[in-house]
T-cell receptor
């Protein structure tokens, strides 16, 4: 009964080649988050959507974009991946005002060659 | 600003030893506090939470008490198992979630 699903689990891309990571949820939560995590460091929030409202963290590079076409799906687009973008990307959801908890997906590990 | 400071690792224990991982926080307002666990190659799983002062969160033998006077939320377990080997993250929620740097725990048989 997966609630937050991320595809693919492992993604290899070439330096500079655009890549899209996918997240879907069956929880019908109104908030979806994207985090970047490097080498078991603290996850770093990139941006989040509250419904259709996009909220970008101030230090998120322009190279990172996101789309949320509907409640269930959210995409992370990396326009020109660099070697420094290799990381685990975590998607999380939350129902704002109903729960304090964020529900995390299993993550997508991105390798840049 | 809001931030979390947790004990640096790695921590290595023998099976059945007592575990404490320290976590302190700085926050405006009244945060909710969490411990997440991350097993190798996986995402974060919520281990336990506390939403107000003096609340105790507990799960799978792990406990943490929300101490407002010391701004702490230390994680404890009386007897660790090899299967507890993972990275543990303390986090607070005031608006957005803020994570500590993580503490890697290795439990040896």
């Amino acid at each position: 009964d997966a609630m937050v699903i991320q595809n693919p689990r492992y993604q290899v891309t070439q330096f500079g080649k655009p890549v899209t990571l996918s997240c879907s949820q069956t929880l019908n939560h109104n908030v979806m988050y994207w985090y970047q995590q490097k080498s078991s460091q603290a996850p770093k929030l990139l941006f989040h959507y509250y419904d259709k409202d996009f909220n970008n963290e101030a230090d998120t590079p322009d190279n990172f974009q996101s789309r949320r076409p509907n409640t269930s799906f959210c995409f992370l687009d990396i326009r020109s991946p660099g070697l420094g973008d290799a990381a685990m990307y975590l998607c999380a959801t939350r129902e704002l005002a109903a729960s304090y908890e964020q529900y995390f997906g299993p993550g997508t590990r991105l390798t840049v060659t | 600003g809001n931030s979390v400071t947790q004990m640096e690792g790695p921590v290595t224990l023998s099976e059945e030893a007592f575990l404490t991982i320290n976590c302190t926080y700085t926050a405006t307002g009244y945060p909710s506090l969490f411990w997440y666990v991350q097993y190798p190659g996986e995402g974060l799983q919520l281990l336990l939470k506390a939403t107000k002062a003096d609340d105790k969160g507990s799960n799978k033998g792990f406990e943490a008490t929300y101490r407002k006077e010391t701004t702490s939320f230390h994680l404890e377990k009386g007897s660790v198992q090899v299967s507890d080997s993972a990275v543990y993250f303390c986090a607070l929620l005031v608006g957005d979630m803020r994570f500590g740097a993580g503490t890697r725990l290795t439990v040896k048989p």
